[in-house]
């Protein structure tokens, strides 16, 4: 049950980070940020009130950790998207989420078969190769690469963080930890918000087309986050984040299908590497 949760968890990520980003290509990313995070609030709620839980103050302690850390997350994101190549940005970010809770899970005592820890590193490898490009000989777009990597290491220290936090919340919390974190990251972006609206003189919320891309990017968000923390109450947290590590291959599937962005050979190559470790996980 783990796995196929956590390929749920990586396929509503990747969706929702696909949109996300392309939303913010013609909108500044703190607006997309903002009404995403609104929308996951609304799931958020929906989902606390329908699954019985009792959280302890620490429960919610952790789930105001994880919204913070995921807000800016996706913030680093949701920016890296939008300047860099979508299938560069997307895998770096899911590797470094994953190195962090994998370290965390085996650091506090997790002991996985072989067979799984196998699966573990072809599942994080392929999210380096999924999409990986050749190097561009344009110096201002090479440039660009870089600041949009920099934004991706970013953005997936703070998932792997707000990873651990959610995996550290009781069983018996239900959902009410998503609740916290959904609170916590709209008052966090909404100061944001407010402090750049009255720096720029001019709204940063997102128009016309923008404006639903970023509400089915919350919430697609909401939605891997409750299946998220699931799949880590079902599993162990080696196996589920590896998992939701392959995120980025449905970004590249998505690019590539409505953006046209170029399929290469290390993509594929890295799809069937992806695939080749969820075969490993779910055997051992």
């Known amino acids: 049950m783990a796995v196929?949760?956590?390929?749920?968890?990586?396929?509503?990520?990747?969706?929702?980070?696909f949109l996300g980003g392309r939303a913010a290509r013609d909108a500044p990313a703190l607006g997309v940020l903002f009404f995403a995070q609104?929308?996951?609030?609304?799931?958020?709620?929906?989902?606390?009130?329908?699954?019985?839980?009792?959280?302890?103050?620490?429960?919610?302690?952790?789930?105001?950790?994880?919204?913070?850390?995921?807000?800016?997350?996706?913030?680093?994101?949701?920016?890296?998207?939008?300047?860099?190549?979508?299938?560069?940005?997307?895998?770096?970010?899911?590797?470094?989420?994953?190195?962090?809770?994998?370290?965390?899970?085996?650091?506090?005592?997790?002991?996985?078969?072989?067979?799984?820890?196998?699966?573990?590193?072809?599942a994080v490898a392929a999210g380096g190769v999924v999409a990986r490009e050749p190097e561009s000989a344009d110096?201002?777009?090479?440039?660009?690469?870089?600041?949009?990597?920099?934004?991706a290491l970013g953005a997936g220290f703070l998932f792997g963080w707000s990873f651990v936090a959610f995996a550290e919340t009781g069983d018996g919390s239900g959902f009410w930890p998503v609740l916290t974190a959904r609170?916590?990251?709209?008052?966090?972006?909404?100061?944001?918000?407010?402090?750049?609206?009255?720096?720029?003189?001019?709204?940063?919320l997102p128009r016309d087309h923008p404006r639903p891309l970023s509400i089915a990017a919350g919430a697609l968000d909401v939605g891997a986050t409750v299946l998220l923390l699931t799949?880590?109450?079902?599993?162990?947290?080696?196996?589920?984040?590896?998992?939701?590590?392959l995120a980025p291959a449905f970004t590249v599937v998505w690019a590539w299908t409505l953006l046209r962005e170029p399929v290469t050979r290390p993509q594929v190559a890295g799809l069937a590497l992806s695939l080749t470790g969820l075969v490993l996980i779910a055997a051992g």
Request: glycine fraction near 14%.
């Open 4 to 17: 196929f949760l956590g390929l749920l968890v990586a396929a509503g990520y990747g969706s929702g980070d």
């Open 38 to 122: 609104c929308t996951a609030l609304v799931g958020a709620v929906v989902a606390a009130l329908v699954v019985a839980g009792d959280p302890t103050p620490a429960d919610l302690a952790l789930g105001v950790a994880a919204g913070v850390a995921n807000a800016g997350g996706l913030g680093l994101l949701y920016r890296g998207l939008a300047t860099g190549r979508m299938g560069v940005v997307a895998p770096v970010t899911a590797v470094v989420a994953a190195i962090t809770p994998i370290a965390w899970g085996l650091g506090t005592g997790e002991r996985p078969s072989a067979v799984t820890l196998v699966g573990v590193v072809v």
């Open 139 to 151: 110096e201002p777009a090479a440039a660009g690469t870089r600041a949009a990597l920099l934004m």
């Open 183 to 204: 609170v916590a990251a709209v008052i966090v972006v909404g100061v944001a918000v407010m402090v750049a609206t009255r720096r720029l003189r001019g709204s940063v």
């Open 231 to 245: 799949a880590v109450r079902e599993g162990l947290v080696v196996v589920v984040a590896p998992l939701a590590a």
